[in-house]
T-cell receptor, first 110, second 111 residues
């Protein structure tokens, strides 16, 4: 059973059409939840860390929020350059590694 | 300030061969983690090195081994390559915080 589930698997938006990506987790002992952006064939680029329910982080057109069992990545007025795969990962108590979801592939059309 | 670097960028190997991948962490970081990413999947944890010791290991066979050097750089070795080992291999470094910063990856193709 997947510990981290991301939805949708793929999302196509028109430029300027705002939307949200979801990351839900079934584990306990969350130390932190991370969002990364990954362009094809490249390494993930760190975006945000969220540590506790109610926390929010923003960067340009992206805003990440965290509840007790899920996180949302809100994309406001996206541009074509926001097209990428967005990965969510959790860091659990007692572990030193990250557990990733499969990602959401976002395509923004002009 | 250089970020995480990995070498080589790409390589092609034959089944049964051995391969070594290299990683230099971000300046100031002392912990290196290795991940395998198959096409369309999220990265899967292989192992993590800290103070030249393997601190944690994921669900990968013993064919996967590693090493960390005194300057914190690291190597990933894979023996007896299988077709299923074809993937993007990612190195990530971290310091005192939980954030991990990734390198550009090494694309391994096994034929």
């Amino acid at each position: 059973e997947d510990q981290v589930t991301q939805s949708p698997e793929a999302l196509r938006l028109q430029e300027g059409e705002s939307s949200s990506l979801n990351c839900s987790y079934t584990v306990s002992g969350l130390r932190g939840l991370f969002w990364y952006r990954q362009d094809p064939g490249k390494g993930p680029e760190f975006l945000f860390t969220l540590y506790s329910a109610g926390e929010e982080k923003e960067k340009e057109r992206l805003k990440a929020t965290l509840t007790k069992k899920e996180s949302f990545l809100h994309i406001t007025a996206p541009k074509p350059e926001d097209s990428a795969t967005y990965l969510c990962a959790v860091h659990l108590s007692g572990y030193s590694t990250l557990t990733f979801g499969k990602g959401t592939m976002l395509l923004v059309s002009p | 300030d250089a970020g995480v670097t990995q070498s080589p960028t790409h390589l092609i190997k034959t089944r049964g061969q051995q391969v070594t991948l290299r990683c230099s962490p971000k300046s100031g970081h002392d912990t290196v983690s290795w991940y395998q990413q198959a096409l369309g999947q999220g990265p899967q944890f292989i192992f993590q090195y800290y103070e030249e010791e393997e601190r944690q290991r994921g669900n990968f066979p013993d064919r996967f081994s590693g090493h960390q050097f005194p300057n914190y750089s690291s190597e990933l070795n894979v023996n007896a390559l299988l077709l299923g080992d074809s993937a993007l291999y990612l190195c990530a470094s971290s310091g005192t915080g939980y954030e991990q910063y990734f390198g550009p990856g090494t694309r391994l193709t096994v034929t």
